[in-house]
């Protein structure tokens, strides 16, 4: 008898292969040692269209609204037919007397898996592989450990529940909206809201009315202080003539020791917003590169929110600092005493710690990887080493300062001891990288006298809020509904980490945001949605709410049934409210400029236009759209232009000569076809030439 284990990624499944010694390859699976090792690619598996419930949904119709399914149904997803259909005869072979689901440990990956194992009707015994690294021994340990598949019957409910929610959302809203204004509008229980966000600060930065003040200065050598603000030049300028080559006299020093205590470890989300911070990288950049190395044995499971390690991994990690200290070019000639207590607490571990490296490291040639993995690499490396650091001691002076009767400001500080300040600044200095600009070490104490002074007068502005970066709006939407809890309440928050980045890129896939330089700047069309849109569908708090439910069903405290009942109610109450609308609110929408017509729609055969970001149907009442980002065609070296759109359009598939194989690096020849979109992005095969 055989086990039938499941990864979810190939590279993945090759890896468990390698450990469980099955090294027989047939077509889509591995095989030996008692074991075949199969693979999903992403999402086999999906919820039905609405059209699939019923052929009158193909029309988007407000008397069709709300469409909340009595029994939900799946499909089979278009491209991956043939890796289920290996994967249903694997489930189903005599020689099979269990399957291991081995899919990504968290939320989505167990209902990647589940998905698959209902589909197939399978009813074979199921056992559950949860690991967060991808070592070999942890691959051992892991399936040492096996826990019966009901265990995660709960955290299989809240991704189902997750995925019925986001149907119900998206599907209701964005007919409804869309009928209501005639225009093709997309509504997601999750994006919308972080959008509010991006609008919400752009509106307030475009309301902001700035003044100007002005300070008068003294300076002396490093000293450089400061009176409260002037409304008047004059004014200021009058104090600084007052105390041009004037002494001054230390008044009032108010001296306070503080203590600043290490970062914590990395979870997903402080490692995209440092990354974003220093380097510039998306949150979805830094997720693919943190995946990657993931995969090739280097980091931990990188989709956790947690930034502690459990208890038991004390010893490990002191190896681990070793290592690091001997293996990261930036560390040399570094020295402190790490006290690792400060990075463990089981108690604040659910699924998965924090994110870091593993031990493969020291065997790995650092050098070889590409850059932006081996940025991130250093990154999660310097941060074990921060967490685990002293904590930065210093004194905070703030003084007052009197010259010529005149009153001025100074803060500055001396440090007492650096702790992991040592660590942060090899690291900055190792990639280049500018401190931020720090109050002064200055020696003050007072009566101490100084001058003679010179003066001057600075002019300023008071400054508006700051656009949203992806570092500060990943802060953001992990905050959203947090206002009153303490730090060590459990968290609220838009999405999850393993979410937020496809968030932020289908914002801008779908036109409603734009990059300028590092800031998320809302379009003409993003603000005309949120605009029209109510509050329960754009509220951030709501939408919190509903994020800790699903928490909750996983936990199995909440039942999905009262968490989908509240949704449902939502929208039949929101059809019943938006029965009609003014023309003056349909006038929102008018006035754009209509794209050029490149071709027909193979789904309904109205005209396709070309958009800022996509190739998209006329008809509001078809989803069709082809995006000019398309990130199939992107991996594969290729841009979805006006000139592949219409050959897609006329012919539905093209010859490509100059593929490469992400593997191999070699070049190939295939045909990239386009398959059946339903109401969603349209999906692409390969298929390869006979040899």
């Given amino acids: 008898m055989k086990a039938l284990v499941i990864a979810e990624k190939p590279s993945v499944a090759m890896a468990l292969a390698s450990v469980l010694g099955a090294r027989t390859r047939k077509d889509g699976y591995v095989e030996g040692n008692g074991y075949i090792v199969s693979w999903c690619v992403g999402h086999l598996v999906g919820l039905c269209d609405a059209s699939e419930y019923d052929e009158k949904y193909k029309k988007w119709r407000y008397e069709d609204l709300p469409i909340v399914p009595e029994c939900w149904k799946h499909k089979i997803l278009e491209g991956t037919k043939k890796q289920f259909g290996i994967l249903k005869k694997l489930m189903r072979d005599s020689e099979v007397n269990e399957v291991i689901c081995a899919t990504d440990a968290g939320r989505e990956g167990e209902l990647i ?75 997601g229980r999750v994006q919308t809201p972080t959008l509010a966000m991006i609008v919400d600060r752009n509106q307030k930065i475009k309301e902001f009315t700035k003044e100007k003040y002005y300070m008068a200065h003294i300076k002396f050598d490093d000293m450089d202080a400061v009176t409260e603000h002037f409304q008047k030049k004059e004014d200021a300028d009058r104090v600084a003539a007052d105390c041009m080559e004037r002494m001054c006299e230390v008044e009032k020093d108010d001296v306070k020791e503080k203590t600043v205590r290490p970062p914590k470890l990395y979870d997903l989300t402080t490692l995209q917003r440092e990354a974003n911070r220093i380097f510039g990288y998306t949150a979805q950049q830094t997720l693919d590169a943190v995946q990657e190395m993931y995969e090739q044995k280097l980091v931990t499971y990188p989709r956790t929110d947690s930034q502690y390690l459990t208890d038991e991994m004390g010893d490990s990690t002191e190896t681990l600092i070793q290592m690091l200290l001997g293996k990261m070019s930036y560390a040399e000639g570094l020295e402190y005493q790490p006290d690792v207590s400060k990075v463990l607490n089981s108690k604040k571990v659910s699924d998965h710690h924090a994110i870091i490296p593993t031990m493969e490291v020291a065997r790995a040639d650092i050098g070889e990887l590409k850059e932006r993995s081996r940025k991130i690499l250093y990154l999660i490396s310097a941060r074990v080493l921060t967490a685990t650091a002293d904590p930065y001691i210093y004194e905070s002076h703030k003084c007052q300062i009197t010259c010529n009767y005149h009153t001025f400001y100074l803060t500055a500080k001396k440090t007492k001891q650096e702790g992991f300040k040592a660590i942060e600044n090899k690291l900055k200095q190792f990639f280049g990288v500018k401190s931020e600009k720090e109050e002064p070490e200055l020696d003050i104490w007072d009566g101490k006298h100084y001058g003679p002074c010179d003066s001057f007068v600075s002019e300023h502005f008071t400054q508006p809020p700051k656009q949203y970066t992806e570092d500060t709006l990943l802060s953001a939407m992990e905050r959203a509904g947090n206002e009153e809890l303490t730090e060590d309440t459990e968290k609220k928050g838009l999405g999850t980490p393993a979410t937020r980045a496809a968030i932020i890129e289908k914002l801008i896939q779908s036109g409603f945001v734009k990059r300028e330089k590092k800031n998320l700047v809302p379009t003409d069309d993003g603000n005309v949605l949120i605009t029209v849109l109510p509050d329960e569908i754009k509220s951030p708090k709501m939408t919190a709410e509903w ?109 490509y000569k100059d593929l490469v194989s992400r593997k191999t690096g070699r070049q190939y020849e295939a045909t990239v076809e386009m398959v059946d979109p339903g109401e969603g992005n349209v999906q692409f095969n390969l298929s390869f030439p006979q040899r």
């Avoid at 051992?140 to 119900?168: E, I, T």
């Avoid at 199995?556 to 929101?574: S, V």
Wanted: charged share 30%; proline share 1%.
């Fill in 547 to 655: 994020e800790m439910a699903l928490n909750h069903i996983a936990q199995n405290t909440e039942t999905a049934d009262e968490f989908l009942n509240g949704i449902t109610e939502l929208m039949q109450e929101l059809v019943a409210r938006y029965q009609g609308i003014s023309e003056e609110k349909k006038n929102q929408f008018q006035g754009k400029a209509k794209g050029e017509v490149i071709g027909k729609c193979p789904r309904c055969g109205a005209d396709v236009r070309e958009g800022k970001v996509n190739f998209y149907c006329s008809d509001r009442n078809c989803a069709f759209t082809l995006w000019k980002n398309d990130k199939f065609l992107a991996s594969q070296g290729k841009k979805m232009d006006k000139v592949a759109a219409k050959k897609f359009l006329s012919k539905g598939k093209i010859h």
């Fill in 113 to 187: 898996f589940r998905l698959v194992y209902e589909q197939a009707g399978c009813r074979k015994p199921m056992k559950r592989l949860w690991i967060s690294s991808m070592e070999e021994q942890a691959i051992k340990d892991g399936f040492a450990s096996l826990k019966d598949g009901s265990y995660y019957d709960s955290l299989y409910q809240s991704a189902l529940c997750r995925a019925k929610a986001d149907w119900l959302v998206g599907i209701n809203a964005s007919r409804l909206f869309s009928v209501l204004y005639n225009q093709n509008l997309k509504v």
